[in-house]
T-cell receptor, first 110, second 117 residues
Framework: GNSVTQMEGPVTLSEEAFLTINCTYT??????LFWYVQYPGEGLQLLLK?????DKGSNKGFEATYRKETTSFHLEKGSVQVSDSAVYFC?????????FGSGTQLTVLP | GAVVSQHPSRVICKSGTSVKIECRSL??????MFWYRQFPKQSLMLMAT?????????EQGVEKDKFLINHASLTLSTLTVTSAHPEDSSFYIC?????????????FGPGTRLTVT
């Protein structure tokens, strides 16, 4: 089955700082890769995705590149905002399932 | 498009009672729906996968008699927690996938907070 290793949090940054959240995975076959974001008390929202090697997913200033050789899908943002404070989940999807990482709590301070 | 709703958003029930949670795809017909459980500050754990008109497939360790899933139509799936106990208190999240898309491309509901007293 699939597994995900995600950078443990919590991560605390100042506004406008650079963000990296590491994610590596093992998966059956050739997975699609997703990052989801969860705001307090809410469900998950898709942040970005990539479906094949070297694809770059991007949304709201966040980016992640599908690296097949290192089985990684690290999330980056050049300048975080207070509104980015949330929990971020990396999730490979294959064999008809999503497998979620442990989640990384991000807090951005003004 | 691709909006999924859940009802109720919060529910408090007494130990021994049953609670039903609804998951609806509002603007698409869902080929497959999923139910997840999330404990505080933890990740999502898949409980079961359901397809319209057929029995749900439960993950290992999930009691199918306790967590009854009905997927009666292409836009509605329900999760009934039977004879609830305090340890069933959790955040339950459903998701749905659309026809013509990979089943791993899922759209998530806002979740239901269940508290059993």
């Amino acid at each position: 089955g699939n597994s995900v290793t995600q950078m443990e949090g919590p991560v605390t940054l100042s506004e406008e700082a650079f963000l990296t959240i590491n994610c590596t995975y093992t998966a059956t076959g050739y997975p699609s890769l997703f990052w989801y974001v969860q705001y307090p008390g809410e469900g998950l929202q898709l942040l970005l995705k990539a479906t094949k090697a070297d694809d770059k997913g991007s949304n709201k200033g966040f980016e992640a590149t599908y690296r097949k050789e290192t089985t990684s899908f690290h999330l980056e943002k050049g300048s975080v905002q207070v509104s980015d404070s949330a929990v971020y989940f990396c999730a490979p999807g294959s064999a008809r399932q999503l497998t979620f990482g442990s989640g990384t709590q991000l807090t951005v301070l003004p | 498009g691709a909006v999924v709703s859940q009802h109720p958003s919060r529910v408090i029930c007494k130990s021994g009672t049953s609670v039903k949670i609804e998951c609806r795809s509002l603007d698409f017909q869902a080929t497959t729906m999923f139910w997840y459980r999330q404990f505080p500050k933890q990740s999502l754990m898949l409980m079961a996968t359901s397809n319209e008109g057929s029995k749900a497939t439960y993950e290992q360790g999930v009691e199918k008699d306790k967590f009854l899933i009905n997927h009666a139509s292409l836009t509605l799936s329900t999760l009934t927690v039977t004879s609830a106990h305090p340890e069933d208190s959790s955040f339950y999240i459903c998701s749905a996938s659309r026809p013509m898309e990979s089943v791993v491309e899922q759209y998530f509901g806002p979740g239901t907070r269940l508290t059993v007293t």
